[in-house]
């Protein structure tokens, strides 16, 4: 079992910046490949950013390629996202999971999820 626990999210102008935490507890996290999602009300939830167990290669989907960066420190069992030059269409609950995998992209294919943060951003 791994849990996980998201911080850092708030209310942010458009063009501000929040960090993310993904604190992680249980098996070993450098185990786990770690992935950011997102849901917004009355959208399906959406992969936002994916990085591997090394934190050697990440992956992102255009909406956020170049404004979103995902990290992790596996001494700390912690994964990140910087969000920069943030918009309203980001505003959503967002979640990090862990999945036994190389990388993923698809919802299906994490194990285990936290429960999620608010990131609200005003126009």
């Known amino acids: 079992q791994v849990q996980l626990v998201e911080s850092g999210g708030g209310l942010v102008q458009a063009g501000g910046s929040l960090r993310l935490s993904c604190a992680a507890s249980g098996r070993t996290f450098s185990s786990f490949a770690m992935g950011w999602f997102r849901q917004a009300p009355g959208k399906e939830r959406e992969f936002v950013a994916a990085i591997t167990r090394s934190g050697g290669y990440t992956n992102y989907p255009n909406s956020v390629k170049g404004r979103f960066t995902i990290s992790r420190d596996n001494a700390k069992s912690t994964v990140y996202l910087q969000m920069n030059s943030l918009k309203p269409e980001d505003t959503a609950v967002y979640y990090c999971?862990?999945?036994?995998?190389?990388?993923?992209?698809?919802?299906?294919?994490?194990?285990?999820w936290g429960q999620g943060t608010q990131v609200t951003v005003s126009s």
């Open positions: 999971a862990a999945a036994m995998k190389f990388i993923a992209t698809i919802r299906d294919d994490y194990d285990y």
